[in-house]
Antibody, heavy 112, light 108 residues
Framework: ELLVQSGAEVKKPGESLKISCKAS????????IGWVRQMPGKGLEWMGS??????DTKYSPSFQGRVTILADTSTTFLQWSSLKASDTATYYC????????WGKGTTVIVSS | EIMITQSPATLSASPGERATLSCRAS??????IAWYQQKPGQAPRLLID???ARAADIPLRFSGSGSGTEFTLTISSLQSEDFANYFC??????????FGPGTKVDIK
């Protein structure tokens, strides 16, 4: 069982971005996948989760409208339409809640 | 909204000592608390589920207790690899969850 995340990104404010989390080794459709943000030197924040079978998606109020969570065959995505410097962070995907299976994280740097 | 707090923010201890970390919820969450360990540059690692159930492959020196609003993670005898950050997580609002701010366990 694995969650493999896409590589680090360096972007400019206002740019769009889509990062991914590819699942393998288990039934992808029947487990929630959540996204967690960790800003530099800070704690962990749940952003939202998706149930791939029907794409039911729940967002934290803090992130509603700021990001979009999507799912495709064996892969979930976290998407921004317009990045801000404050989106600089490491983003983790995690299966279920509480989850024992985590991706290794994707570092996103947003800087002009 | 249920608020999760942790204390202390930093715990300084020596190898071999017992460490007791606290997690408090602003209202009763039953046993819907988990504990994670995180080392720099790594993803969190699940230690304890349902307040007291040790996750797979977690050493016996880690134990969790509590219910309602007060929870404790105990490390019975600190090993060098245990110096890390520890977060509690409330998972009662399925599928959402919220983390406490964390406790850093460092070497005295």
């Amino acid at each position: 069982e694995l969650l493999v995340q896409s590589g680090a990104e360096v972007k400019k404010p206002g740019e769009s971005l889509k990062i991914s989390c590819k699942a393998s080794g288990y039934n992808f459709e029947t487990h929630w996948i959540g996204w967690v943000r960790q800003m530099p030197g800070k704690g962990l924040e749940w952003m939202g989760s998706i149930y791939p079978r029907d794409s039911d998606t729940k967002y934290s109020p803090s992130f509603q409208g700021r990001v979009t969570i999507l799912a495709d065959t064996s892969t979930t995505f976290l998407q921004w339409s317009s990045l801000k410097a404050s989106d600089t962070a490491t983003y983790y995907c995690v299966r279920d809640s509480p989850g024992a299976l985590w991706g290794k994280g994707t570092t996103v740097i947003v800087s002009s | 909204e249920i608020m999760i707090t942790q204390s202390p923010a930093t715990l300084s201890a020596s190898p071999g000592e017992r460490a007791t970390l606290s997690c408090r919820a602003s209202q009763s969450v039953g046993n819907k608390i988990a504990w994670y360990q995180q080392k720099p540059g790594q993803a969190p690692r699940l230690l304890i589920d349902d307040a007291s159930a040790r996750a797979a492959d977690i050493p016996l020196r880690f134990s969790g207790s509590g219910s309602g609003t007060e929870f404790t993670l105990t490390i019975s005898s600190l090993q060098s690899e245990d110096f890390a950050n520890y977060f509690c997580l409330h998972f009662g609002n399925w599928p959402g969850f919220s983390f406490g701010p964390g406790t850093k366990v460092d070497i005295k």
